[in-house]
């Protein structure tokens, strides 16, 4: 594909198998459905190995000119094999809706496409956050979904969605709520805000609080697309 402008990286560092990361196991000329079929053979890093799990790839509309892209899919996730439908995933369709975003038209996906968690001596499966090394291990499969899409917009959802794409130095807390660049060459624009996650486990006495600033955050961007032409 040409005019990639979502640079893959190299995945380079420890724990990533062969210094490339998910970069080999990524078809150059496939289409979104190539891409999800051959990530569910991607062994770029460990988090392939983790017992019970699969791919979770994005999904949505080809054509999107929103992407909204998360962390990792969680144990819902995982276990129907599609991004955003369980807990997290009801907030934000709710947000969404409140914000005047239809989720049909956008696409959804996760900056690590594996479930990453731990046990603690029982069945439950207790999310663990990607490390460093797993977010560069994945990136090259978010920077092929969004060349394959070219969006207008990119929806930031959290810390590590915002490390994928913006670095190591991101905090939420500091850029979200506002317009960014995207790469050079880019049409795409940022807005990064919260994980619906975390709207979901701040206290019952402040969540309609928090609940409202990412609805906010969300109005911002169909203000956005809105103002776009193309």
């Given at each position: 594909m040409?005019?990639d402008?979502?640079?893959?990286?190299?995945?380079?560092?420890?724990?990533?198998?062969?210094?490339?990361?998910?970069?080999?196991?990524?078809?150059?000329?496939?289409?979104?459905?190539?891409?999800a079929?051959?990530?569910?053979?991607?062994?770029?890093?460990?988090?392939?190995?983790?017992?019970?799990?699969?791919?979770?790839?994005?999904?949505?509309?080809?054509?999107?000119?929103?992407v909204?892209?998360?962390?990792?899919?969680?144990?819902?996730?995982?276990?129907?094999?599609?991004?955003?439908?369980?807990?997290?995933?009801k907030?934000?369709?709710?947000?969404?809706a409140d914000?005047?975003?239809?989720?049909?038209?956008?696409?959804?996906?996760?900056?690590?496409?594996?479930?990453?968690?731990?046990?603690?001596?029982?069945?439950?499966?207790?999310?663990?956050?990607?490390?460093?090394?797993?977010?560069?291990?994945?990136?090259?499969?978010?920077?092929?979904e969004?060349?394959?899409?070219?969006?207008?917009?990119?929806?930031?959802?959290?810390?590590t969605?915002?490390?994928?794409?913006?670095?190591?130095?991101?905090?939420?807390?500091?850029?979200?709520?506002?317009?960014?660049?995207?790469?050079?060459?880019s049409?795409?624009?940022?807005?990064?805000?919260?994980?619906?996650?975390?709207?979901?486990?701040?206290e019952?006495?402040?969540r309609?609080?928090v609940?409202?600033?990412?609805?906010?955050?969300?109005?911002?961007?169909e203000?956005?697309l809105?103002?776009?032409?193309g």
């Amino acid at each position: 594909m040409t005019n990639d402008s979502f640079p893959a990286g190299t995945g380079a560092g420890t724990g990533v198998r062969g210094g490339g990361g998910a970069l080999p196991f990524v078809p150059p000329d496939a289409d979104l459905a190539g891409l999800a079929a051959a990530a569910a053979s991607c062994r770029g890093c460990e988090l392939a190995d983790l017992p019970d799990t699969r791919t979770v790839f994005g999904e949505g509309n080809p054509r999107a000119r929103l992407v909204l892209v998360g962390e990792q899919p969680g144990d819902v996730e995982d276990r129907r094999g599609r991004p955003f439908v369980g807990p997290a995933g009801k907030l934000l369709d709710r947000a969404l809706a409140d914000a005047g975003i239809d989720r049909a038209e956008a696409y959804v996906t996760n900056a690590v496409k594996h479930f990453r968690y731990r046990r603690n001596g029982g069945p439950r499966r207790i999310h663990q956050t990607p490390d460093a090394r797993q977010v560069t291990a994945c990136r090259p499969w978010l920077a092929a979904e969004l060349n394959r899409i070219r969006p207008r917009l990119v929806v930031l959802l959290g810390a590590t969605a915002g490390q994928a794409l913006l670095g190591p130095s991101f905090r939420v807390t500091k850029m979200r709520g506002r317009l960014l660049p995207g790469p050079p060459g880019s049409d795409a624009q940022l807005i990064a805000t919260l994980h619906p996650s975390a709207v979901l486990r701040v206290e019952p006495t402040t969540r309609d609080e928090v609940y409202a600033g990412f609805v906010h955050d969300l109005e911002l961007a169909e203000r956005t697309l809105a103002g776009m032409t193309g």
